[in-house]
C-alpha cells in the first residue's frame, strides 16, 4: 500500500511575523472576493505591511504562497478525518464530517484558489492530487481492515469505493461551503455520513452460506 505520510511541497511549521501577515493578507483579499490570479505581489505586500522584498525571503513565489495557504486545510481536514475509526459508528462520522465542514468554510477563499489555479498550474494540480491520495491510501486500509474482520462486505472493491467517496465527498464539501449556508451544515454532515457508512463500511450485503445454511448478513 502507498505511504499515507503527507507530501509538503512548500516549508511547513509555525510561521515568522512576516510570514503570517502575508498569508493572513492573502486570505483576507481573497475573502473579499479577488482571485488568486489577479493578486500582485505589490498588492498583497501592501494588505500585509511588508516590503516586497520581505515577501520573496519567505515566499519563492505566489504559487508557494498558495500551497503554504492550502497546507493548512489540507492537514486540518486529515487530521480530522483519520482520527475517525469504524468503532466509532456513523455518529463519529457523522461528528467528524461536521468538523471537516468547519475547517472548510475557514478556508473556503482558499479551496476556491487551489481550484482556480489548478486548471493552468501544474504544480498545484500535482499538489493537490497529492493531497487527497492521503484520504483515499487512508480510507483503502480502513475498509481493508474491516473486510478482514468480516464487518465489511467482503465483496466490495475498496479502491473503486474509495475513489467514488473521497473523490465525490471532497467535491461535495466544496460544494456546501461556497454555495450553501452554513446552518444546513448539521444536515449535511449527517447525510454524508449515513452515505458513507450504510452504502460503503456497511453496505448490506450476504456472505456465502455457513454450516446453518442461512446467509450471513451484516
Known sequence: M???????????????????????ATQRL?????????????????????????????????????????NELMASSFDVTSAWQPAAGVEGLEEAFLHVIQ??????????????????????????TAELHQFTDWTIKILRA?????????????VSATRIIVTGGERALTDQVTSADAAS???????????????IYRRPG??????SGAPRRY
Do not use: M, N
Not at 6 to 17: F, H, L
Not at 103 to 128: G, K, M, N, P, Q
Open 2 to 24: 502507498p505511504s499515507i505520510t503527507r507530501r509538503r511541497s512548500a516549508k511547513v511549521g509555525r510561521p515568522t511575523s512576516a510570514e503570517a501577515d502575508v498569508l493572513a
Open 30 to 70: 481573497l475573502a473579499g472576493g479577488a482571485t488568486f490570479t489577479e493578486l500582485g505581489v505589490q498588492q498583497i505586500c501592501t494588505e500585509a505591511g511588508v516590503a516586497r522584498s520581505t515577501f520573496y525571503s519567505h515566499f519563492r513565489d505566489k504559487t508557494d504562497l498558495l500551497l503554504r495557504l492550502a
Open 146 to 158: 474491516e473486510q478482514e474482520a468480516g464487518r465489511t462486505p467482503a465483496g466490495l472493491d475498496p
Open 103 to 128: 475547517v472548510y468554510r475557514r478556508h473556503a477563499a482558499v479551496r476556491r484558489a487551489l481550484a482556480e489555479v489548478a486548471t493552468y498550474d501544474s504544480a498545484v494540480r500535482d499538489y493537490f
Open 206 to 211: 450476504t456472505q456465502p452460506q455457513g454450516t
Open 185 to 199: 451544515d448539521p444536515a449535511f454532515a449527517r447525510e454524508l455520513a449515513h452515505t458513507w457508512w450504510h452504502g
